[in-house]
């Protein structure tokens, strides 16, 4: 039985969609997370130099 | 040599990125102990488990929803409405201003505890409602019941026969002996408090550990729809776990009361970031089926003694809340990379 062009269109379009929604729940959570171990390892370092800044900031003012 | 060499500088600097967290915050507590020695007076040690006890026991509860992929932001509120009625029930009956002027003695103490906690349950168990039925996100459905507890409690304060709305305080002596006594050993006082937090954290152990809750809890946190077609009750369980996150946060406004000995609107504020940040500092993960409890009770107690210290060393509390800040955003940073590098 041939099937209409239009409809495997349709067809497809709806599978894809489904493939659209089946993103991993985790990676929805924290973003789509396309983001490599090196990239998360320099904004781990730069947050705790940030960390270690405003602590010392902290200190420094708080013993003024 | 040159691989060996350029392998063990990897496997350093994972080790040192993978436990950034603690490393930073034994380095805090270092550093404040090396500027005031008397820092880690026993005195000071007990004041910090005091303090860390009803956070701990509202960590306790968030773990679990945190565990199942969820939050809660109505913590603080809840547990200050829960606070405020536990206050009102266990007024002192020579107080003039009292909130039930008609009561003629002091109720038992199960009556305000068993209050407390119904309180904090219907918030919770609606919480729960809206996550596993109405499929909506943690965040929204929390907020929503945030929001709905503080006005109730301003509500419930400003409904005092004096026609004030001043904190609710003048408790009577029971109360204050049961919920924030001391047990005497030797010459030391153990606050009650932490051998109550102690207690609870037991039971949650158990709880997670050793029955069919807990395996369905991480289940259905790890992979919800894997935890269904498994044939768990991803509703029951979810229901469930809210469930006990209520009573723990009624338990800890009834000893809240008792610690601050004054319970006004502001109750309870900003408790909902010291709980989960609890949570995330002891490994429990934002992305859901990973936690501990003793890991909860360790964070709960290292934030607890960061705060203190900071406090200790007199750092500005504006600068306070940055770094309080910026210890949630590194969790959750360290979070994301080891999920990473687990996929």
């Known amino acids: 039985m041939k099937r209409d062009a239009r409809e495997l269109r349709g067809e497809l379009a709806g599978a894809e969609e489904t493939a659209k929604g089946r993103v991993p729940w985790r990676d929805r959570l924290y973003g789509r997370l396309k983001v490599s171990v090196a990239t998360m390892d320099k904004i781990i370092i730069a947050v705790v130099v940030l960390l270690a800044i405003v602590l010392l900031l902290g200190v420094i003012t708080g013993n003024r | ?13 994972d080790f040192l990125l993978h436990y950034a967290m603690y490393i930073i915050l034994l380095a805090i507590l270092v550093t404040v102990s090396i500027i005031r020695p008397n820092f880690l007076a026993l005195g000071n040690i007990l004041n910090i488990l005091k303090q860390a006890s009803t956070k701990g026991i509202l960590a306790l509860g968030c773990a679990g929803l945190i565990v199942l992929a969820g939050t809660d932001l109505s913590i603080g509120r809840v547990m200050g409405f829960s606070a405020a009625v536990t206050a009102a029930l266990v007024q002192s009956v020579t107080y003039k201003s009292r909130y039930f002027p008609g009561m003629a003695q002091d109720l038992p103490l199960i009556v305000p505890l068993l209050a407390s906690i119904v309180i904090a349950v219907i918030f919770s168990l ?53 919920a924030a006594g001391d047990l005497m050993l030797g010459t030391v006082k153990i606050p009650l408090v932490v051998l109550y937090f102690l207690g609870l954290a037991t039971i949650m152990w158990v709880v997670w550990n050793k029955t069919r809750l807990g395996k369905n809890m991480f289940a259905v946190g790890g992979n919800e729809e894997a935890a269904r077609v498994s044939g768990v009750n991803v509703v029951r369980t979810i229901m469930l776990v809210y469930l006990i996150a209520g009573v723990l946060y009624g338990i800890a406004g009834f000893l809240e009361a008792a610690r601050i000995q004054s319970v006004g609107a502001n109750t309870g504020l900003g408790y909902e970031t010291d709980a989960i940040s609890a949570c995330v500092i002891g490994g429990v993960s934002f992305s859901g089926g990973v936690g501990t409890i003793q890991g909860v009770v360790i964070g709960a107690v290292i934030l607890q003694a960061i705060n203190f210290s900071l406090n200790f060393i007199g750092v500005n509390p504006y600068y306070q809340y940055i770094i309080r800040g910026l210890i949630i955003v590194l969790a959750v940073a360290i979070d994301v990379r080891k999920y990473i590098v687990k996929k």
Do not use: W
């Not at chain 2, 040599?1 to 600097?13: D, I, L, P």
């Not at chain 2, 301003?154 to 029971?174: D, K, Y």
């Open chain 2, 126 to 178: 609606i919480n729960g409602f809206g996550v596993s039925k109405l499929k909506m996100h943690a965040f929204i459905i929390t907020l929503g019941t945030q929001l709905i507890a503080f006005g109730a409690n301003c509500l419930f304060i400003e409904a005092q026969p004096s026609g004030t709305a001043q904190a609710l305080s003048t408790f009577n002596q029971t109360f204050k002996d049961v």
């Open chain 2, 1 to 13: 040599m040159q691989q060996g060499k350029a392998f063990n500088r990897q496997r350093v600097t």
